[in-house]
């Protein structure tokens, strides 16, 4: 519809009807911030229905009348493709966790010395136990929703938090910033979990263990109708973005403010006279925390003022100016019957406790970590033992200690398996470190995923489109069971995995046939061998020439290689010592994958072989990447940051603070004109 087509639409809806439509909505809107806000419903669920049943009658009868913020558009019609991807432009931090009245006591004094105060008013609210996500305003509306993720990046859940009944489609009041960011925590009540986990299993469905995990998992459905049948709620508790306005002086009248606003907030927020008023606080909610109908881990701690919280900065990725402080982790004995070795994504040997179920924090627990050998030596855990099994909050349950006054004269000692459970590659446990690992890297299947996505990523293989959740479709398939796989795939076969279409499966298919074309270090690197980076990759390259000759190396020769130690020299020769590693790297080379005709090895007495280089800046004729690739060419190693091991900073324009650190450690600096002389003169000390 034209903008004209727009006018003359709403033109012809009667006035009578836009006021009616416009009371709806308000009506029903202060009828669900009463219900899912305010827990204080006016008015029955029918009469709720009622309004609602006759807003979409209007707006069937006058289309003009929808609005993006209409109550009667929460649900989207269509499953998303996938998620977006949204850059936080304020980063979101994570917390610093305190677990004990000492470490709460030292984060006081840290704040009150850096501010040069006697003493400091805190904000206090509980530490709700969901998934923390950003809400985007505009003029007071309602236009984008994102998860934390990273903290830098998250994923674009707007349709999924639409369906939210606490998260106002528009702000209430007056006052707000044109463009703000609220930044909170959806969560499940565990009334609304429970009712879910008991509809889900009369569905035969599965169900969820925890209230947490139903938030996240229901929050990141592609169909946002099924989200809309989940009990989503939602607590605000700060901002980000603030732009065409300005917020109160503190955090309490923050969130004070929020709450005018229509943005659900914690019952339980308190503002406080120093340290002591928040070890109160403390122990106040711990008392009640049972009474609250959604699980808390703990409370947060915030500098109220804002000026202080600004004076007092970040480090690192959280804030001098807040803390968590967890509530002690919850215990409860029982008996280990077994251990299971799971293989992860990446290889790692991981040891799962099978315990004797037993209810502690919150769910029953039959399972446990670990973590890893050296765990299970320093806690001298045994199969058969009676283990005290800790839960707190979120994590993983874990073995805390053993009841050695209950130790059985047959408790067994753990031993690491020798062959991967899934495979049946050899696990290896390189010497001074914890985890164990399968060395079936290219066929275990436990590790298909991983080692398929590293193997199309840019820097490997760079096949355009083969992202995760299509890796994830062609396992699931059947149709990439190993790497040699993806060069046997079909547009048929592709066109008929879901979101997938034939012109999609047609870009892969051309993506894939361009990657056969590649290089040798883009191949090794692709591998995925233990130990061999990028940088690695480069070097092992040009120093063999050829795959076969890296292949039959022994470890004396690959430890003739700059920057290969006997502990990476081991792991290439773990990775090639399984015949079904060497059995993919056959099928992927009979599948046409190739690169440039073998070069004789390098000089190394005129080459640079071993030499490190660091760019910084622009270069005139050629892209960083371009001169990280020719420096490598002639046995080159490129890093990121300067140190005392660089040989070679090549600055171009606007170089930065490398360029400083690199003058200050005395590391030669090369422009762009130096580095091309370099080159060529490392060129010539190819002997082919």
């Avoid at 390189?430 to 996505?453: F, M, V």
Wanted: one cysteine or more; aromatic letters at 6%.
């Amino acid at each position: 519809m034209s903008a004209s087509d727009g006018g003359q639409a709403n033109a012809a809806v009667p006035a009578q009807i836009v006021a009616q439509a416009a009371e709806l909505r308000e009506q029903i809107e202060h009828h669900n911030h009463c219900y899912y806000v305010d827990n204080a419903p006016q008015i029955p669920d029918a009469d709720y229905d009622a309004l609602m049943r006759t807003l979409q009658a209007l707006e069937a009868e006058y289309p003009a009348l929808v609005t993006p913020d209409s109550p009667t558009q929460r649900v989207s019609g269509q499953p998303a493709a996938e998620f977006a991807t949204v850059v936080h432009d304020i980063p979101m931090l994570s917390l610093d966790n305190a677990f004990s009245e000492a470490d709460v006591l030292a984060f006081d004094r840290r704040v009150r010395e850096r501010l040069g105060v006697d003493e400091v008013d805190y904000c206090c609210d509980p530490k709700i136990d969901g998934l923390a996500i950003s809400l985007l305003y505009v003029d007071g509306r309602f236009v984008r929703g994102a998860t934390r993720g990273d903290g830098t990046r998250g994923e674009d859940v707007t349709q999924n938090l639409r369906t939210i009944r606490a998260i106002p489609l528009h702000l209430q009041g007056q006052g707000w910033p044109n463009r703000l960011e609220i930044r909170g925590e959806v969560y499940m009540t565990q009334q609304g979990f429970s009712e879910m986990n008991r509809r889900l299993a009369n569905r035969a469905e599965k169900t969820f263990v925890n209230p947490r995990n139903a938030a996240s998992g229901s929050l990141r459905q592609l169909d946002s109708q099924i989200t809309a049948q989940r009990p989503l709620r939602f607590f605000g508790y700060g901002v980000g973005v603030i732009e065409g306005g300005t917020l109160p002086a503190t955090q309490f009248e923050l969130i004070n403010a929020l709450k005018k606003w229509g943005i659900p907030v914690s019952a339980h927020l308190q503002q406080v006279a120093g340290i002591s008023g928040c070890l109160d606080y403390h122990r106040h909610i711990a008392e009640i925390r049972h009474q609250m109908g959604y699980d808390i881990d703990g409370v947060v701690y915030k500098v109220n003022r804002f000026e202080q919280q600004q004076a007092l900065g970040l480090v690192a990725r959280a804030p001098r100016w807040a803390i968590a402080h967890k509530f002690p982790a919850q215990e409860a004995l029982t008996r280990l019957l077994d251990v299971d070795w799971q293989v992860g994504r990446t290889g790692a040997i991981t040891p799962v406790a099978r315990l004797e179920p037993i209810f502690v924090g919150g769910v029953t627990v039959s399972n446990a970590t670990l973590h890893n050998l050296d765990e299970i030596e320093r806690k001298d855990v045994r199969i058969g033992d009676t283990v005290y099994v800790r839960r707190a909050g979120d994590v993983i349950p874990e073995i805390a200690r053993v009841e050695l006054a209950c130790r059985p004269v047959d408790a067994r000692i753990i031993t690491l398996p020798t062959l991967c459970p899934v495979c049946g590659a050899h696990v290896v446990r390189p010497e001074g470190e914890a985890i164990a690992r399968c060395t079936g890297q290219l066929a275990c299947p436990a590790q298909r995923k991983e080692a398929l996505r590293h193997f199309a990523s840019r820097r490997a293989m760079d096949i355009d489109g083969l992202g995760d959740k299509l890796v994830d479709l062609l396992v699931a398939h059947g149709l990439a069971n190993d790497l040699a796989d993806l060069y046997h795939l079909t547009t048929e076969q592709l066109a008929v995995l879901p979101r997938l279409a034939e012109k999609s499966a047609n870009n892969l298919i051309q993506a894939i046939a361009r990657s056969r074309q590649t290089t040798l270090a883009r191949f090794l690197y692709a591998l995925g061998i233990p130990g061999v980076g990028e940088a690695t990759a480069q070097t092992l390259a040009a120093y063999f020439g050829n795959l076969a000759d890296f292949m039959a190396a022994d470890a004396e020769a690959l430890q003739q290689v700059s920057d290969v130690g006997p502990v990476v020299a081991k792991q290439i020769l773990d990775f090639f010592a399984e015949a079904d590693n060497r059995h993919v790297i056959e099928r992927l080379q009979v599948a046409g994958v190739r690169w440039s005709a073998p070069q004789s090895p390098i000089n190394s007495a005129v080459a640079l072989a071993g030499k490190t280089f660091v760019l910084t800046g622009t270069l005139a004729a050629m892209t960083r990447d371009e001169a990280a690739a020719a420096i490598q060419r002639v046995g080159g190693k490129v890093t990121s940051s300067v140190s005392k091991q660089t040989d070679y900073l090549v600055a171009g324009d606007h170089p930065g603070s490398k360029l400083t650190k690199a003058v200050a450690l005395g590391v030669s600096v090369l422009d762009e004109q130096a580095l091309n002389e370099l080159l060529s003169e490392a060129e010539q000390g190819w002997t082919g």
